[in-house]
T-cell receptor, first 112, second 114 residues
Framework: RKEVEQDPGPFNVPEGATVAFNCTYSNSASQSFFWYRQDCRKEPKLLMSVYSSGNEDGRFTAQLNRASQYISLLIRDSKLSDSATYLCVVTTDSSKTGKLIFGQGTTLQVKP | DAGVTQSPTHLIKTRGQQVTLRCSPKSGHDTVSWYQQALGQGPQFIFQYYEEEERQRGNFPDRFSGHQFPNYSSELNVNALLLGDSALYLC?????????????FGAGTRLSVL
């Protein structure tokens, strides 16, 4: 079983739609959680950290459910520029190195 | 403020050859991690360097080795290249303090093994 699992998609949505991505992780000792965004053939960039209480950054909302080992990302009012691959990332800080463990990524295509 | 820089951007090699990839971390960062990203997959952790020592290693064979220099820059070496080594190789830099551990990625080196 992969340590971090995501539905690879692609998710094809019209502009203005609301879309949600889900992610599950297998290691209950996971400590930190992130969503990264990766544009085609570019490097991953941090989109947002994910906190137990849930957090919001503009049109983006992230949720963490430690009991179910589940992370989500909600994008409201989708823009064409949101088209990218969204990577779910966890760390198990027992390693003390902050090694990032990535999911496969979920591809989003926003259509006009 | 320069971000993470990697060189070269693209590289074509043949099976059995050796390759060296280079990374300069973001200004002020002292820790460098290397990741391999195969097509359609998420990045996979190769290893991390801090204070010129390998601090942690992922599930990669000994053909993959690295080095960190006193100025915190780093190299990734891959020997006896296989077709399966074709991938985007990403370098990420950060502070050693895990509490401040937001990793910033370079644009990567795209390696093709023929």
């Amino acid at each position: 079983r992969k340590e971090v699992e995501q539905d690879p998609g692609p998710f094809n949505v019209p502009e203005g739609a609301t879309v949600a991505f889900n992610c599950t992780y297998s290691n209950s000792a996971s400590q930190s959680f992130f969503w990264y965004r990766q544009d085609c053939r570019k490097e991953p960039k941090l989109l947002m950290s994910v906190y137990s209480s849930g957090n919001e950054d503009g049109r983006f909302t992230a949720q963490l459910n430690r009991a179910s080992q589940y992370i989500s990302l909600l994008i409201r009012d989708s823009k064409l520029s949101d088209s990218a691959t969204y990577l779910c990332v966890v760390t198990t800080d027992s390693s003390k190195t902050g090694k990032l463990i990535f999911g496969q990524g979920t591809t989003l295509q926003v259509k006009p | 403020d320069a971000g993470v820089t990697q060189s070269p951007t693209h590289l074509i090699k043949t099976r059995g050859q050796q390759v060296t990839l280079r990374c300069s971390p973001k200004s002020g960062h002292d820790t460098v991690s290397w990741y391999q990203q195969a097509l359609g997959q998420g990045p996979q952790f190769i290893f991390q360097y801090y204070e010129e020592e390998e601090r942690q290693r992922g599930n990669f064979p000994d053909r993959f080795s690295g080095h960190q220099f006193p100025n915190y820059s780093s190299e990734l070496n891959v020997n006896a290249l296989l077709l399966g080594d074709s991938a985007l190789y990403l370098c990420a830099s950060s502070f050693a303090d895990v509490a401040k551990n937001i990793q910033y990625f370079g644009a990567g080196t795209r390696l093709s093994v023929l």
